[in-house]
């Protein structure tokens, strides 16, 4: 049984003549979390526009069981959530409140089902005190946490983040990766996220690395971090990741390890 949620084949997007992507090819795995990584150019950001229906390519793109063309893209963006990287463009209402009620009201849900729904999502991202403010009078990170909210309250079945929470602050960073969790825990949902941060790759099931349209790397957190290639490509490797391979050299350390914790109980028992 096919396990993926999304799969492309021989797909093809080309931008002023020059290509984004050429005869490219991907699959993402049902209740998967997927961080996708590069430098500039390669191709992310275009990546989840094409998903979103927003930019056409050629190609077969299947999302949620639905070939991506006119005929359905309005099934499939009901099954999917996009959250680009400046908050400012996902609201439309005139408080925190509306934005999170705009997708439940095209749904047809009744006014009484909307406000318990707003409220209990509210709470849990901890931003139930705001209801009432316009979001221009909110924080940066109040501001994405509000955008992922708003994506998830009507339980899509994939949620792409695309740089959506780098402006988030540690704490409420910890928190949407706590709910983000529990989403793909209870309810499958899948996750892909396009981040600059390889800090935030630790919490991922897969890391894909594309470069001018292609993938180059793709792996477990192990597999990609296990030697210094991606630091050879020019990213900075998270803090843990870096002691890892240093200790490594020094065979203090027999791996690489995820967790501040594990290595320090590795190293003192």
Not at 6 to 24: E, G, L, Q, T, V
Not at 102 to 127: D, H, Q, R, T
Not at 158 to 174: C, G, M, Q
Not at 206 to 230: A, H, M, P, S
Request: charged letters at 30%.
């Amino acid at each position: 049984m096919d396990k993926s949620i999304i799969k492309i084949r021989s797909m093809s997007f080309k931008y002023a003549d020059k290509y984004i992507f050429k005869d490219f090819d991907m699959d993402i795995d049902t209740n998967s979390f997927v961080c996708i990584i590069g430098r500039n150019a390669s191709g992310k950001s275009t990546l989840v526009k094409i998903l979103g229906g927003l930019c056409k390519a050629s190609g077969y793109i299947n999302v949620d069981g639905y070939l991506l063309n006119d005929t359905y893209i309005k099934k499939i963006r009901r099954s999917l959530a996009i959250c680009f990287d400046d908050a400012d463009r996902h609201f439309i209402g005139d408080t925190v409140f509306d934005d999170l009620a705009f997708s439940l009201e095209n749904l047809g849900y009744f006014p009484k089902e909307i406000e318990n729904m707003v409220n209990n999502i509210a709470k849990k991202f901890k931003i139930d005190d705001i209801l009432d403010m316009p979001a221009e009078k909110i924080n940066d990170s109040e501001k994405e946490k509000v955008m992922i909210a708003s994506s998830l309250i009507f339980n899509p079945k994939i949620l792409l983040l695309d740089e959506s929470i780098h402006k988030l602050t540690p704490n409420d960073k910890k928190l949407v990766f706590k709910i983000l969790d529990e989403y793909k825990r209870k309810e499958k949902l899948t996750i892909i996220l396009i981040t600059h941060d390889l800090e935030d790759t630790l919490k991922a099931d897969r890391i894909i690395v594309l470069d001018k349209g292609n993938i180059v790397l793709d792996g477990t957190c192990e597999e990609i971090y296990k030697d210094d290639t991606l630091e050879k490509m020019g990213f900075n490797l998270p803090f843990i990741v870096k002691l890892s391979h240093n200790l490594m050299l020094y065979d203090v350390l027999d791996k690489v390890y995820f967790d501040d914790v594990e290595v320090m109980k590795k190293l003192w028992g």
